[in-house]
């Protein structure tokens, strides 16, 4: 059978169904925080699991496809994303079902995320690779806005409709990845399968490559934090204005998310493409400086009037994501090819560590500043801070990366 030649958008389009269920618990979270009486930080634990399983997977699955090829583990990890997804929809029922059901759908999503970007490096045109890169990551935008915003069309049928809304986009997506990659040859390593290990200690030697991992676990802290309570928190400053009762607020909360999520779509192709212009490192620096600048002030909006904060929250999603696909294309060019898989598991590990951390510590901080003010901006400015303090080290770790990015590197 014959490669498609659109067979890197029907990729991104089978990214933006199997990315649905990522920010689905996200779009929910007001709703079954009351119906399960989870407190703060129970219910960012639940995003935190997801993250958890994502980065164990992240891992796993790009060694694999070091050894074995990235197509035949993309084609796999999608169909298993898709029916950890249904069931995640469908038996999710309080706290603890739905720690151990939405960890479960983490663990089986990874292999859709760095083996594909992995599989594009290497199929992409080379002076293209930041926008196709960042064509991957806008659909995962595209996915996330898609999710909220059935769930804000459907929030009158309730939480549970929308998952599984978000399910069935991850079951069209397993179908749309293996139409994408149907005929497409495998790129099997030549030779005995390259060493994880020895991928691992030829990065300790890669300052370039440290930085830039460094960099990114940064960028992870303070995106992923940002993507979970966002809906809730403009849900809060909604209810807290005035003129809007519970139903509503919760649903302009997700709905300010969704868009919010189609603005960064164009921000990880605007991203990738400018990259690719004007150097890597000079887009991750601006980026990253205005999103820690984004995490500083967002909280201060609280009560603010609806169309200021959500104004602001497009700003902060622009910022926090534009740099996402410039990490990827970045590590990649300063490894040797063998190690590309190795990289990004490496990557995965510290970076969706990061990112499942921040939701939890998050949560822990708003319950701290509820208790010491009340429901209040100063709660909710500490939660964000949060966000912040974790994102701090990244522009020092993107100078690290800038310094010695130039050194050559075997490409065998």
Known sequence: MKRSRHWLGLLYAGRAGHAMMFSAYSGV???VTLAWGMSASEAGAIQSAWHLGFLVSLFITGILADRIGARPVVLRSSLLAAVSAVAFAVFADD???AFLLYGFAGLCAGGTYTPALKLIFEEADPVRRGRAMGGYLAAGSVGYALALGSIALLVASGWRAGLLCAAAGGLVGCALVH????GMDDRRPAGAPPSPLRGMADLGRNPAAIGCIGAYTAHCWELLGMWAWLPAFVAASALAAGGADPATAVGGGIAVAALSHLVSAAGSVAGGTLSDRH???AVMMAATVASLACSLAFGWLYAAPLWVVAAFALV???AAIADSSVYSTALAEVVPARSIGAA???RSVTGF????LAPWLFGIALDAGRAWWGESTAAWALAWTSLAAGGIAGPFLIASYRRHAGRPVVRG
């Open 29 to 31: 979270l007001p709703a």
């Open 95 to 97: 706290f603890d079902s």
């Open 179 to 182: 139409l994408a990659l149907a």
């Open 279 to 281: 150097g890597r490192a």
């Open 316 to 318: 902060y999603n622009l």
């Open 344 to 346: 990004y598991s490496l």
């Open 353 to 356: 560590a990061a990112g499942a």
